[in-house]
């Protein structure tokens, strides 16, 4: 069966109309693993009977015992729809948002997203941060409607106030969609119950009713409800099972490769779009080169890395030699396959633009690499939306695993680019960073139990940076040889523009051009926008120099010595955001010998940290956005532990039958949060928390936290005498 479902996969590989790349975006726990397992059942893949128990796409064990999936796991199912049969091919995201980065990469690879949400709890935050990077990404949004069974049974509610719910969902969902589509002429992509890119039901009982459904089975709404009010349920799968119902709305209205790639190349690529590789990418040239984006790089001990992605032009196949962006050499392709229930099936022909693929052999390859057949610019990154905010310390306990930890640890930071692994030379500890306390969490189980290394972890410690409060004096910066000085200012960018660097909306490698103009858009006046020399994270370095004899040779070390400056701020050696250098004016000696780094480097990092300083640089710790969801009596004491936690409350409003609190808190103070509001609100409450990027802390705090940090980092604890403003 699995063989003959290979072989009509492999068919329909080359014909892309009859292809959907897809993705379920949804909110923990509102049923995505549930259809997932429907969804494969209806393809053959595994038994009726099992779906909903065997957690196909679960299929790393941490996965299974929390119940929630973390890393996107794919597979291809077959699907006949209009006389055709149709390859399916399902990229899984994570459930959680501490794994922000993991829901990007997938819609990177993916033309559809099917929304998954509860009819109880209606859209969540989580919802909202999907459905918004799909948008992004330019893949087309269809909604489902799950655990409708639970409006009948447990809410009781008659059809006209299902009715109501039902729209209620769908008209949040549609907000964010016009929100995020109204520039573009070619996304009229709000979704109805009449167009038939709404469905709803069942997953837990298998089924589920759209428009088309309704049309053709001639069980209307009603019925449906008098179904499963009568435990009906197998009836009612038999009549419209949900695997046909969702599928059926795959393949209608969810786009093919041919007719999603012209619009997504532009959003996702910034290459010469006359070139003939854009071309290329823009039909789906199956003879063209060969380019295909890495969306996840997982492990498998007898085959090694394997990178799946999306192949976007040409046919990759075993034994091609490929770049892969960021590295210099080529590697070479063992093997390409495809995924069939979490397990891959390595295929003997290539596969052509316009499908997924399994690829061994790319060693150099991390999840986001462009890789291709001839240079090119590669496909934008990815990563902007998720900056570490947690760092924990991670020792093996038995030095002998210590080879195996450094191993397994470059593995973590290949899989997972959210994820940060760095040494701290002084103490020789292992540093991971990451999004959450939960997301480091399961990065150290993973170290532990899969590659059976005991090791020891150190409490939690957040990010912090540091960040100009206001413009500085011009600060001269002098070799320790006195023969070359810089002259430099620091002054704070707007947060405006630290936000669209986040967002990769300003960035270096964008054409010169469309970048002054973004940045003028967002406030930069004319002629710094056009003396953009260097960024680094959100900073940026302005030249405001002009003929300079040698300052071209010597740029790259005076972007060096920024570096380093920005890297280890001057308050507490934590990196610097949100700093717009301008340097005016250099004085270079006339040999190379005597402007080498060695004079180059201190003289710039020393001016940048004395800019800063004047700039009064201040210390800026994270934030997350906090909802709760909890019955009324316990308001009180929930509202009370965001307030307690130096956090605010900002809004509080009834959502059904429960009350929803909405507010902020440093990530700081959230550590340990999941016990203290189950104890408080005796585990009636729900809850979600966002990274919000970073807010200035309180200046009654600055100086307690910066020596804490020193303290901790071994740094000599007094500030220089010109911090007096804190
Ligand atoms: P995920 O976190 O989005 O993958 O959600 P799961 O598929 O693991 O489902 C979360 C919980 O909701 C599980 O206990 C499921 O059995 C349950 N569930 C899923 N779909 C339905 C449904 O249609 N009706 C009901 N009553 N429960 C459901």
């Known amino acids: 069966r699995r063989k003959k479902i290979v072989q009509e996969c492999e068919k329909l590989m080359d014909k892309p109309e009859q292809i959907r790349n897809i993705a379920i975006a949804a909110h923990v726990d509102h049923g995505k693993t549930t259809l997932s397992d429907n969804l494969l059942a209806g393809a053959g893949m595994i038994s009726d009977e099992t779906a909903g128990q065997q957690l196909a796409m679960d299929t790393k064990e941490d996965e299974q015992e929390r119940g929630i999936t973390i890393d996107a796991a794919n597979v291809s199912m077959t699907h006949e729809w209009n006389d055709k049969n149709h390859l399916i091919n399902l990229i899984d995201t994570p459930g959680h948002v501490d794994f922000g980065g993991d829901v990007t990469r997938a819609m990177r690879a993916v033309d559809g997203a099917l929304v998954v949400v509860d009819a109880v709890e209606g859209a969540m935050p989580q919802t909202e941060t999907v459905v918004r990077q799909a948008l992004r990404e330019g893949v087309k949004p269809a909604l489902f409607i799950n655990k409708v069974d639970r409006l009948i049974n447990e809410l009781q509610e008659g059809p006209k106030e299902m009715q109501e719910r039902l729209l209620d969902v769908i008209a949040d969902v549609n907000e964010l969609i016009r929100g995020m589509t109204q520039d573009y002429e070619d996304r009229d992509w ?16 298998k089924w589920g009713v759209s428009a088309p459904s309704m049309a053709e089975t001639g069980v209307g709404f009603s019925e449906v409800i008098e179904m499963e009010r009568n435990d009906q349920r197998k009836e009612l799968h038999e009549q419209s099972p949900l ?14 490769p041919l007719e999603a790639q012209p619009r997504r190349i532009p959003t996702i690529w910034r290459g010469d779009d006359e070139s003939e590789l854009a071309r290329q990418m823009r039909e789906v040239d199956d003879d063209g080169d060969v380019v295909f984006m890495a969306t996840d790089i997982s492990m498998d001990p007898h085959a090694g890395e394997i990178a799946t992605g999306r192949v976007f032009s040409g046919t990759i196949r075993k034994g091609q030699e490929l770049y892969v962006s960021g590295t210099a050499g080529k590697n070479r392709v063992q093997s390409v396959g495809v995924f069939m229930g979490g397990e891959r099936e390595e295929l003997d022909r290539g596969v052509p633009a316009g499908n997924i693929a ?31 905010v947690i760092t924990k310390s991670v020792e093996a306990t038995r030095m002998d695993d210590l080879p195996k930890l450094i191993q397994t640890l470059q593995q ?9 692994v760095e040494i701290n030379e002084d103490t020789g500890e292992h540093l991971i960073s990451g999004q959450g306390e939960l997301h480091l969490e399961v990065i150290t189980q993973r170290i532990q139990k899969n590659q059976g290394i005991p090791v020891n972890t150190g409490e939690p410690i957040v990010v912090y940076r540091e960040a100009p409060t206001q413009e500085s004096r011009e600060v001269e910066g002098v070799s320790p040889n006195r023969h070359n000085k810089f002259y430099i200012t620091v002054e704070p960018l707007s947060e405006d523009i630290v936000d669209a660097i986040k967002l990769g909306d300003v960035a270096m490698d964008m054409p010169e051009l469309e970048r002054r103009e973004a940045l003028q858009e967002l406030g930069m006046d004319k002629d710094t926008s056009q003396d953009v020399e260097h960024m680094f994270g959100t900073n940026i370095l302005i030249d405001d120099t002009k003929g300079i004899q040698h300052l071209n040779e010597t740029m790259e ?29 250099a004085r270079l000696h006339e040999d190379t010998i005597h402007r080498g780094p060695a004079q180059v480097i201190p003289a710039v990092r020393e001016a940048v940290h004395r800019s800063l300083i004047d700039g009064q640089v201040k210390l800026l710790e994270p934030i997350q956005d906090v909802r709760i969801d909890v019955p009324s009596e316990y308001m009180g004491s929930a509202s009370g532990e965001i307030q ?9 409003y009834q959502e059904g039958d429960l009350m929803v609190i909405e507010g902020i808190a440093p ?19 729900s809850w979600n928390t966002e990274n919000a990027g970073f807010r200035v802390l309180a200046d009654n705090l600055q100086t307690e936290k910066i020596t804490e940090i020193r303290e901790r980092k071994g740094m000599k604890l007094e500030l220089p005498p010109s911090v007096d403003y804190i």
């Open 644 to 652: 307690g936690r130096r956090g605010r409350v900002d809004d509080m």
């Open 190 to 205: 709000t979704v109805s119950v009449e167009d038939g890119t709404v469905a709803f039901g069942s997953a837990l009982y």
């Open 667 to 685: 990530v700081e103070e959230m550590i340990g949060f999941s016990s203290d509001i189950r104890s408080a609100t005796e585990g009636r409450a």
């Open 243 to 256: 695997s046909d119902v969702v599928l059926d709305m795959v393949a209608e209205h969810f786009p093919n």
């Open 557 to 585: 070390l005076v972007i060096e010595g920024m570096e380093e400056a920005l890297e280890d701020g001057p308050l507490a050696g934590e990196p610097v955001q949100g700093a717009l250098l301008r340097l005016h004016d």
């Open 358 to 388: 399994a690829v061994t052999g790319l060693r150099d390859a991390i999840a986001g690499s462009t890789v291709s057949s001839v240079e090119m610019t590669p496909f934008e990154s990815i990563e902007h939306i998720s900056e570490p």
């Open 412 to 420: 973590v930071a290949k899989e997972d680019p959210t994820i940060r």
